[in-house]
């Protein structure tokens, strides 16, 4: 299965940009980058996903290499409220349909 | 408020006994998950449905079954085959099965723990 590497924790400053870096260095062509977080004892929030392009939606933004073997996620201002654990997760074809490999997250802290 | 439900937040249950986790959802999503969650870890796929009266094994589907009977519903049993069941149980769901490319919808989870 294709694998995603994270830092284990980061930490930023309230109203500062984040910037979270994934690899994905095993990457095939038809996989999909996407991005979740989740708080304790609740269930993973969708935030963004993409393929070759950067895409910006209204929780952030995410910047994919141009090899696709690495991608950042962008908070553009961090709250409080940002802090969670966020997942880096390829979307790969499984049997005629697909799933998400979900690895072990970035723990983001936001200080006041 | 359209979403997913999952029932009981907490649930407690002896070893040696078959136990049977709720999930419902009102999004009209075609596409169901579980997904288990253990402390400090990402996610791991046990079963998926696609459509109604079909499913498929995921990852770690030894221990656990499922029925898809209807398209708002979507329970997991844990049965006492399951060598390790404590755990955080997630159902989530998404318009269709393009998994590669679609976007999840969670519910808040069901915590089970075994003893």
């Known amino acids: 299965d294709a694998k995603t590497t994270q830092p284990n924790s980061m930490e930023s400053n309230e109203e500062e940009p984040v910037h979270l870096p994934c690899n994905h260095s095993?990457?095939?062509?038809?996989?999909?980058i996407h991005w979740y977080r989740q708080l304790p004892s609740q269930g993973p929030e969708y935030v963004i996903h993409?393929?070759?392009s950067n895409v910006n939606n209204r929780m952030a933004s995410l910047a994919i290499a141009e090899d696709r073997k690495s991608s950042t996620l962008i908070l553009h201002r961090a709250t409080l409220r940002d802090a969670a654990v966020y997942y880096c997760?390829?979307?790969?074809?499984?049997?005629?349909?697909?799933?998400?490999?979900f690895g072990q997250g970035t723990e983001l802290s936001v200080k006041p | 408020d359209g979403g997913i439900t999952q029932s009981p937040k907490y649930l407690f249950r002896k070893e040696g006994q078959n136990v049977t986790l709720s999930c419902e959802q009102n999004?009209?999503?075609?596409?169901m998950y579980w997904y288990r969650q253990d402390p400090g870890q990402g996610l791991r796929l046990i079963y998926y449905?696609?459509?109604?009266?079909?499913?498929q094994k995921g990852d770690i589907a030894e221990g656990y079954s499922v029925s898809r009977e209807k398209k708002e519903s979507f329970p997991l049993t844990v049965t006492s085959a399951q060598k390790n069941p404590t755990a955080f149980y997630l159902c989530?769901?998404?318009?269709?099965?393009?998994?590669?490319?679609?976007?999840?919808?969670f519910g808040n989870g069901t915590r089970l723990t075994v003893t």
């Open positions: 989530a769901s998404s318009i269709t099965n393009r998994g590669q490319n679609s976007p999840l919808h």
């Open positions: 095993t990457i095939s062509g038809t996989d999909y």
């Open positions: 993409g393929l070759t």
């Open positions: 997760i390829l979307g790969v074809i499984y049997n005629q349909g697909g799933k998400l490999i």
């Open positions: 999004l009209n999503h075609d596409a």
């Open positions: 449905s696609q459509i109604v009266n079909d499913f």
